[in-house]
């Protein structure tokens, strides 16, 4: 069983990529996406969104990582996809999923899925532009309005020449709102003759093992749940317990030590954090409505740690 970490936009950047494959064995991770609109990107951009080019495409921890594109123009998109693996990307990904309105109202992300002729023309472009020896992949939702193309917008895929597919459970009017609709998910394996992932819903090694029972898939890739459990992967491949929260604050400490004295948005993505790790640990909660207070990187360091001190004692 393979366990991908999910393309999480304004989530898992490279930090969180670097952090978390450094405790989990993943077998692949998704880049945000890089947005396509009508030209050849330069090379600055792939670098500044996957650095990890920049070391054979990989983690620190030898973990392989892909770039996804998401857009709409299937020669700028093969272009593009050229692009990333001649930079060293692991495959490249085409994103069909993205729900955020503002990428959607530039005809972008899953309002694509109204139409899968285009996803099709998308795919076979990227598939055509890369070297067959690369995988060129695609992460779907279950439909934009509704569900009724899951099937169609499934086989454009397929039929383009993707190497693999990997389904987000739900339609873009779906959201995030359990539950996840797996048996889509089953119909679709049971008709493509190439691997197809399983996404959505997974919090726990018991999800994942009752998403695979469910899809009959191989593969899950894992997004909040990742974040919500830090080790999550590693607890699904029976590798390790999941993390206490002890240890999730140890990782919280970690994270603080990355290259944050230059990012001022380090206040904001720790109490993100916090907004899925909530879900997993009560305490957590708790230290968030001291955290949610504070606005300086130092002031969140001194908390965490004042914390840590107490649990150790």
């Known amino acids: 069983m393979r366990v991908i970490l999910a393309p999480m936009e304004g989530v898992v950047d490279h930090l969180m990529r670097e952090l978390l494959s450094s405790i989990n064995q993943y077998d692949l991770l998704v880049t945000e996406f890089v947005r396509v609109v009508d030209q050849l990107l330069p090379e ?25 594109l998401l857009g709409q123009d299937p020669s700028c998109m093969a272009d593009n996809a050229v692009t990333a693996i ?25 309002v694509l899925l109204r139409c899968p002729e285009q996803v099709h023309d998308i795919v076979k472009a990227m598939r055509q532009a890369v070297p067959a020896e690369h995988p060129v992949t695609a992460k779907i939702r279950l439909g934009f309005d509704d569900r009724s193309l899951y099937m169609e917008n499934a086989l454009a895929v397929y039929e383009a020449g993707a190497t693999e597919l990997a389904v987000h459970a739900r339609s873009k009017v779906d959201g995030y709102k359990p539950p996840a609709y ?8 049971q008709k493509l003759p190439i691997p197809v992932i399983a996404n959505g819903e997974i919090w726990t090694q018991a999800d994942a093992a009752r998403c695979i029972d469910v899809t009959g898939c191989n593969d899950v890739m894992v997004g909040r749940g990742a974040i ?21 604050l140890q990782l919280l400490l970690q994270y603080t030590q990355f290259e944050h004295e230059k990012n001022l948005y380090f206040p904001a993505r720790i109490k993100q954090w916090f907004s899925y790790l909530n879900r997993q640990y009560e305490e957590a909660d708790q230290l968030f409505r001291q955290l949610r207070l504070l606005k300086t990187r130092e002031e969140i360091i001194v908390l965490l740690e004042n914390t840590a001190s107490l649990l150790q004692k």
């Not at 692991?90 to 005809?107: L, T």
């Not at 797996?182 to 394996?189: G, L, M, P, S, V």
């Not at 919500?228 to 999730?248: C, D, H, V």
Request: hydrophobic fraction near 40%.
């Open 182 to 189: 797996w048996e889509y998910i089953a119909d679709i394996r």
């Open 86 to 110: 001649n930079l060293g990307s692991h495959g490249v990904d085409a994103n069909f999923g993205c729900p955020a309105k503002m990428v959607n109202r530039s005809n972008g992300g899953a």
């Open 44 to 68: 600055k951009v792939f670098y500044r969104l996957c650095p990890e080019l920049l070391q054979a495409g990989k983690t620190k921890a030898g973990t392989p990582v892909r770039v996804q």
């Open 228 to 248: 919500a459990l830090p080790n999550l992967a590693s607890a699904i491949k029976g590798i390790e317990a999941p993390y206490s929260w002890q240890q999730t």
